[in-house]
Every structure is written in structure tokens, then in C-alpha cells.
């Protein structure tokens, strides 16, 4: 006998999850994070955050959670690429502040007023024919 997929779809319970997903950019990294209900664990592409940031990322990855006191209350995952260290920590911390207001909408004022919903757009410029950099001319010599 063949299961046609009506028969299938019966079967299947629909399993509701109390998570939020959320994309953090900043320069060329790009996070994707998901927040769940837990005690305060964070990983990074399947590392804890504390191996793969220094001191001074760690801080800012966690925050948007030191804005809401919920340190120890949520568990979050991000898997992030591209970018170097720095850019990627603010890329976690865009995405985690975005979740926490698909989470909540509460937490919206709180993490505007800190400047973490906000997208930094700023990027490297190109290089420009004939110029050395984006900008830098070459040298110019009269004679």
C-alpha cells in the first residue's frame, strides 16, 4: 500500500516552540541567533562564547542581555560568518537584541534607547581605478 501525504499529514503533531530567531549584520558578518527559554548559556558556531571572543567581545556579545537583567534566564545559539572578531561579536549582539523583541515586544524601548536595534550600516568603500585605495591618490611630485 502507498502512504499518499494526506495520510501522513494526519500523523503529524505540531510541536510549539517557545524560541526566537533573529539576523544580526555589522561590515561583512552576518548571525543568525536563536534564543530559547534556559540558564544563560551562549554558543558560538558551536563553541562556548567565552573560547571563541576575547574579554572585550564577550562584553559587548552579552549586552543586550545586561540591558534586560535576563543573563540566566535565556540560552542562545548563534552561528555567524564572515567579518573579522569584532564585527562578528556586534553582528550576535544586532541579532540577539532583535530576538529578544520578536520575544517580547516590551524589551523594544529599553534596547532602542541603548542603540542595539539599530543596524550600523557603515562599510568598507571600494577601490576607485586609478587610486591606490578607496580614496589615496598617488603621490603627485611637481617636477
Do not use: C
Amino acid at each position: 500500500m502507498v502512504k499518499t501525504a494526506k495520510t501522513t499529514l494526519k500523523n503529524v503533531k505540531t510541536k510549539i516552540k517557545e524560541e526566537n530567531r533573529a539576523i544580526g549584520r555589522r561590515k561583512m558578518a552576518s548571525a543568525r541567533v536563536r534564543i530559547d527559554k534556559g540558564e544563560g548559556k551562549i554558543v558560538v558556531n558551536g563553541k562556548d562564547y567565552k573560547q571563541y571572543f576575547s574579554f572585550f567581545e564577550q562584553g559587548v556579545v552579552v549586552a543586550p542581555l545586561k540591558v534586560l537583567g535576563k543573563e540566566k534566564d535565556l540560552d542562545i545559539s548563534a552561528k555567524v560568518a564572515g567579518g573579522g572578531k569584532n564585527g562578528q561579536a556586534r553582528a550576535i549582539q544586532h541579532g540577539i537584541a532583535r530576538a529578544l523583541v520578536k520575544w517580547n515586544e516590551d524589551f523594544k524601548k529599553s534596547l532602542k534607547l541603548a542603540g542595539m536595534l539599530t543596524r550600523d550600516a557603515r562599510i568598507k568603500e571600494r577601490k576607485k581605478p586609478g587610486l591606490k585605495k578607496a580614496r589615496r591618490a598617488p603621490q603627485w611630485s611637481k617636477r
